[in-house]
């Protein structure tokens, strides 16, 4: 045979699937099969052949039996390795000679017979119709080989008899539920007896039934496949009546919904790994899409009305159950294929539906003991914002969408909206996708060319206020563009919206968020025109900010000061009350940039004695060393001593002392001093004030600390340059003498100083003789 020379270089991981399709041939021959056998357990041998879940110690059921096995609490290690090939060896093993299976596949008008003999009760329905009680994936993996193999009646038989199983197993299902309700309700947990999910099944049971039924139903019609420019054309369908169903109106294509309305709300365990996580995702939205080529008619309408009420009424056996497992698979894709399908017929079920699959357990703070019916989960399970969920993101942006979905439609309902509105703020826990929620809302509710929808907007600033209470405590680098939408959206709302988040800012924003962003912005001319207030309105709008400055000012000055002052300017007590609250912060809670910058602020707003006292204060605050020449703060010292200069020689003469206790860099100091001496105190200072405009003199008070701090701080920092110098700075250090020299001759026996100066450097460092030879040249 061909297959013993082939070679395994790429393995898919779809070929499982295709190759027990292939073994399960009705009509191959038992060498062919030993042929194949052999050549798939060598495959399947292989280190380089894909496990069947892509997750490597990870179990699944087999083939022939879904039941759980003995091995169970195995430890991952010791569980048996499954490839892609394993399903196909397991299925080696499987015949057609049942008789019962032959006479379903063979015939239309097989029913129960008048007088069943022991046991064939269990192979039909109370209607009489034949029953195939196989694992469900073995059983459509049937299907698809007879359908596969070209016996395409034979294959539909068969679907049929599925689809029928698994309508009295959903009945047995809600008899076992109605007994178990109170019991299950009151504890709030529940197990899940499917080992296997149908949805993303190596086998894709449900993708194989719906595609065997609906082909069946399809119209063969050439122009419905090509719609001029590329894009195929969705097929279209018409209903094929079921021979011998109870139920007259009941076609081919209502079976194909119901079996995937069935597969799709099953309550399965998130598969481990993945691959079989993702493979879950991608399987629910090829089947949806398959769905959604169905034009919803009467009848089908009818079909997915019936099946929805089931799947709420189901229990623990479905996804849409009361009581889910922790760990559930969510139901957000489904469930928003089901509302917007039953919308248009009945809204109640619609958001029904919707609202109950709004869950996500898995992310719940806590949950509840001896809930585990898995195999794999008998251990104690810890909650944790991000479980073993590899497919976490891609879950809440799909209930995040169902949640966008039931907005949209319930626009303009206030009880809807506000029933909506409950869902999210209980079962979204991302702060993000609640943000996101809020904006889409936002635009729903102001289109560019009709009135605001003022029920839709409300909802948008309730999820907008979560969001802000929920990333307060929290870092979120959205968090500055959340804050400006919602001042946005409180402002679209109105000024009762504006009030009240003005008002209640201690549980929305930090003190810097409201007085900088929040209070700013609301305080702003195009808020104002954006409202059209009148004066008294304005008014109370006003107050609220400035209450709110001080209070921010108070609990965070070195931050909110500045923002406080500038909210309270046209407010003469608030302003006050704000200028207090910094001079009561300066000596503990702020540092000499903030108190520097305030101080500007306030010579800017026409205080120049204010400005002043804050200037003093800051340089309390400043230490200044010898070699910090390039500090930022030596513009705000200047600054200070200009103002200090400009307000008169009391002014100076208080500044002083503290600049030379603050600064100790030579070169500043001179400056400082070189400025003092070029005008007479007072010149620029308060209209009226009389001023003498006489020169001070470097000898008396106050210049005189000054010079002689300026004269120190040179020898001082000289000596401290001459212990690592090197001679490639010799050069610059002789420019440094000839400054210094310039500050010692403002004093009356300076040049005696100096010289004095020089000759001790030459004495102290007469080991340097290249520099002392340059100092020399230079000074003598």
Not at 455 to 483: H, K
């Amino acid at each position: 045979m061909f297959l013993a020379h082939l070679d395994v270089l790429f393995i898919p991981a779809s070929s499982g699937a295709l190759w027990v399709c292939v073994v399960l041939n009705p009509h191959c021959k038992s060498e062919e099969k030993s042929g194949w056998l052999k050549q798939l357990k060598k495959w399947g041998d292989t280190d380089v052949c894909p496990l069947e879940d892509g997750n490597y110690g990870s179990e699944l059921p087999n083939i022939t039996n879904a039941l759980p096995q003995s091995n169970h609490a195995q430890d991952s290690l010791s569980r048996p390795r499954r490839t892609v090939f394993s399903r196909s060896v397991e299925a080696c093993d499987l015949h057609w000679q049942d008789s019962h299976l032959q006479r379903i596949i063979s015939s239309d008008h097989y029913m129960s017979p008048s007088y069943q003999r022991e046991g064939e009760s269990l192979l039909f329905n109370p209607q009489g119709l034949p029953l195939w009680l196989d694992h469900v994936p073995t059983a459509c993996a049937r299907v698809d080989a007879l359908r596969s193999h070209g016996y395409s009646r034979e294959a539909l038989r068969l679907a049929v008899a599925i689809i029928n199983t698994l309508r009295l197993q959903q009945q047995r299902q809600m008899d076992i539920y109605k007994h178990q309700k109170k019991e299950l309700l009151q504890r709030g947990v529940t197990s899940t007896t499917n080992l296997e999910g149908w949805v993303g099944h190596p086998l894709d049971p449900i993708g194989c039934l719906f595609i065997t039924l609906t082909e069946t139903c399809r119209v063969d019609d050439d122009n419905t496949m090509d719609t001029g420019d590329g894009e195929p054309r969705p097929p279209v369908y018409h209903h094929v009546s079921v021979w011998g169903s109870s139920d007259g109106g009941e076609s081919y294509l209502t079976l194909a919904l119901e079996v995937a309305l069935m597969g799709m709300g099953q309550q399965r365990i998130m598969p481990e790994g993945l691959y079989a996580q993702d493979k879950v995702c991608r399987n629910e939205e090829q089947i949806i899409a398959k769905m959604q080529e169905l034009e919803l008619d009467d009848l089908l309408v009818q079909t997915l009305r019936k099946q929805a009420i089931h799947l709420l009424e189901a229990g623990p056996f479905s996804g849409l159950g009361e009581v889910i497992h922790r760990e559930s698979v969510p139901m957000h894709t489904f469930a928003k294929y089901l509302f917007s399908a039953l919308l248009p017929h009945d809204a109640d079920l619609a958001y029904k539906l919707a609202l109950r699959a709004m869950r996500l357990p898995v992310l719940e703070s806590s949950a509840g003991s001896g809930d585990v019916g898995h195999p794999h989960h008998g251990i104690s399970i810890v909650p944790s914002r991000y479980p073993r969920w590899f497919t976490l993101g891609h879950l809440e942006s799909q209930q995040c969408e169902l949640a966008s979905t039931m907005l949209t439609a319930a626009k303009g309902d206030m009880l809807r909206l506000r029933t909506v509105l409950e869902a999210i703020q209980k079962n979204i826990h991302s702060s993000s996708l609640i943000f996101k929620l809020a904006q889409d809302a936002f635009k729903i509710a102001t289109p560019a060319e009709s009135p605001p929808d003022i029920t839709l907007l409300n909802v948008s600033l309730e999820l907008g206020l979560q969001v802000m209470r929920m990333t307060l405590s929290t870092l979120n680098w959205r968090r500055r563009e959340m804050v400006r939408w919602l001042v946005t959206c409180a402002t679209e709302v109105g000024l009762r919206a504006l009030v009240s988040i003005l008002q209640s800012w201690y549980t929305l924003f930090t003190p810097t968020e409201a007085t900088s962003i929040v209070a700013a912005t609301v305080m702003s001319h195009n808020t104002i025109l954006r409202l059209s207030l009148d004066y008294p309105q304005r008014e109370e709008l006003a107050s609220c900010a400035r209450t709110l400055a001080l209070q921010c000012a108070m609990k965070d000055p070195q931050n909110c000061a500045l923002s406080a002052l500038t909210l309270c300017e046209k407010d003469h007590i608030a302003f006050e009350t704000a200028y207090q609250i910094v001079i009561d912060a300066a000596s503990t809670g702020m540092t000499y940039s903030q108190l520097f910058t305030i101080a500007r602020y306030m010579e800017h707003r026409g205080y120049p004695l204010r400005s002043f006292k804050l200037a003093s204060l800051a340089m309390t605050h400043l230490n200044l060393a010898y070699n910090q020449d390039t500090h930022p703060a030596i513009n705000d010292v200047l600054w200070a001593c200009a103002l200090s200069h400009s307000l008169g020689k009391n002014e100076l003469a208080a500044i002083i002392p503290l600049v030379v206790k603050s600064v100790h860099c030579a070169t500043v100091l001179s400056d400082i001093l070189r400025r003092c001496t070029m005008t007479a105190p007072g010149l620029a200072g308060i209209p009226g004030r009389r001023n003498s405009g006489k020169l001070m003199s470097t000898d008396k008070a106050p210049l005189r600390q000054l010079l002689d701090a300026t004269i120190s701080a040179y020898i001082n920092t000289t000596h401290s340059r001459l212990t690592h110098i090197s001679p490639r700075h010799y050069g610059e250090f002789i420019e440094f003498l000839s400054k210094a020299r310039e500050t010692f001759l403002l004093a009356q026996d300076g040049h005696i100083q100096f010289a004095q100066f020089i000759d001790n450097l030459k004495q102290i460092y007469k080991g340097k003789k290249k520099l002392m030879m340059l100092v020399r040249e230079r000074f003598g």
